[in-house]
């Protein structure tokens, strides 16, 4: 078997003797780290980059880049990226870095969301230089070749638009996101079945688009489990070859500022019913349109219990009580410029029909003050949790604070957002739900057309 010291080049290796003769300075597992939930920020190279020691023996670290399908050039460009992540480099084979992640025993893993990419490792504290080398080499020098397009990426996204036909509810978010932004934000996150993929994918374009991507002022490298010292001297050694700036030949990633519009769509579908509600939301706690009593009022809505022996006190995981066939949930999603507050309802057509209505009125008696002071003190608390769960989550802690060092220059730093969420006031939600009232709702109804409602239906104005 091949030892664990023969992987990677020098740099690990030095890494090795440098500990193995510095003992004083060397960090063994069995000391604390800080234990702090907040990221220390700083450039190195050029190259923003954010960490969080947290106590433990491994270490996860990510690239985000600002290359999700609202930035994509043309369509499947984010999901062609995704999938061309670890594949054969100018430095190594994809069989080579599969070999060498498995036997020092890592995790490699790449996703996209509308507006990230993602592309991380999760490892043992010591190789922390390999798998930042890794990283490197992976955005500046991908080979794009043929072969792996058409063998192993193409065919798995192909096989990703048929799994997306059954899905009534990724449809729907996909078509509630679609009419509220049109463009950019409403991209879809995966190209449909239909979409024409073999007319815009191919390597040459996919290496003219990851130049953009992968520019320095377009990516952050974010972690969770290292001393921060030791993230900038990686970075700033295995980082160089990364250019600063897209080429003046590549078209450069569209910045332009989300706009909601708003509207009605409905899809005849016969897997199942979806009907999503939305409405203007808040931006990401980094963005310029963060509203901390959207998280509010999205939890005060809910749709379904935290504890599985009571019904909750949530409006809409009461008035599910009466529709046994049909599951409701509110979401806030959260960008970086924009946001979209969606209720979804899944399930029978007629209990779907009559939910729906139900959700409205829900809206209603909140904007009407009709709710107890006793209810919004628990949505506060829920909020509160959920937000600064999600930050301690390290998957999402890393790309929130990703995509707020490379949209705005600063992390997402949990502990001000639980103090945002605290400051909310009663008066604040009220006039939150009677802004979604007032304004033009986004309402997509996916499934049995005959009998999901129209927007009109139900009271709202699109």
Request: with cysteine.
């Amino acid at each position: 078997m091949i030892s664990r010291a023969t992987l990677g080049r020098n740099a690990q290796l030095a890494a090795r003797r440098q500990c193995r003769t510095q003992p004083s300075s060397y960090r063994g597992l069995a000391t604390p780290a800080s234990g702090s939930f907040s990221y220390e920020i700083g450039d190195s190279a050029g190259v923003k980059f954010a960490s969080r020691d947290l106590a433990g023996p491994t270490t996860t670290l990510a690239v985000v880049a600002k290359a999700g399908t609202r930035y994509q050039i043309l369509p499947g460009f984010a999901d062609g990226l995704e999938q061309f992540a670890f594949k054969s480099t100018y430095k190594r084979s994809s069989l080579r870095i599969t070999r060498e992640s498995e036997l020092l025993g890592a995790e490699l893993s790449s996703y996209h969301s509308r507006e990230n990419l993602v592309i991380g490792a999760k490892f043992l504290r010591d190789d922390l230089p390999y798998f930042t080398e890794l990283l490197g080499e992976v955005i500046s020098q991908t080979k794009f070749t043929r072969h792996e397009l058409e063998e192993e990426v193409l065919p798995i996204i192909k096989l990703n638009q048929k799994s997306l036909l059954g899905r009534t509810m990724d449809l729907a978010v996909n078509s509630a996101h679609g009419i509220a932004f049109h463009r950019g934000l409403g991209t879809p996150l995966h190209p449909s079945s239909s979409t024409p993929l073999t007319k815009y994918l191919n390597g040459s374009r996919l290496e003219a688009f990851s130049k953009s991507a992968f520019a320095k002022s377009n990516f952050a490298v974010v972690a969770n489990g290292v001393e921060h010292s030791e993230l900038s001297k990686w970075v700033g050694q295995f980082f160089t070859d990364v250019s600063s700036s897209a080429p003046d030949d590549v078209p450069a990633i569209d910045t332009t500022p989300s706009k909601y519009y708003g509207g009605e769509e409905r899809i005849a579908h016969d897997a199942g019913n979806t009907m999503v509600l939305a409405f203007p939301g808040s931006s990401s706690f980094t963005g310029q349109s963060y509203k901390p009593e959207i998280a509010v009022l999205a939890s005060l809505l809910g749709g379904h219990s935290n504890i599985k022996w009571s019904p909750g006190f949530s409006l809409l995981s009461k008035a599910t009580e009466a529709y046994p066939g049909a599951h409701i949930a509110t979401t806030s999603a959260a960008y970086s410029d924009a946001g979209l507050l969606m209720i979804s309802i899944t399930g029978n057509a007629n209990q779907v029909r009559d939910a729906s209505k139900d959700v409205v009125k829900a809206i209603k008696a909140v904007a009407a003050g009709e709710i107890s002071k006793e209810d919004i003190k628990k949505a506060i608390a829920t909020a509160k949790f959920k937000a600064l769960e999600s930050g301690q989550d390290i998957k999402a802690g890393l790309e929130l604070t990703g995509a707020g060092l490379v949209q705005e220059g600063k992390a997402h730093q949990i502990d001000e957002v639980g103090k945002g969420i605290d400051a909310v006031s009663e008066d604040q939600v009220k006039k939150a739900a009677k802004a979604l009232l007032d304004g033009k709702a986004t309402v997509s109804s996916v499934g049995d057309l005959y009998v999901l409602p129209y927007a009109e239906d139900l009271g709202l104005h699109v």
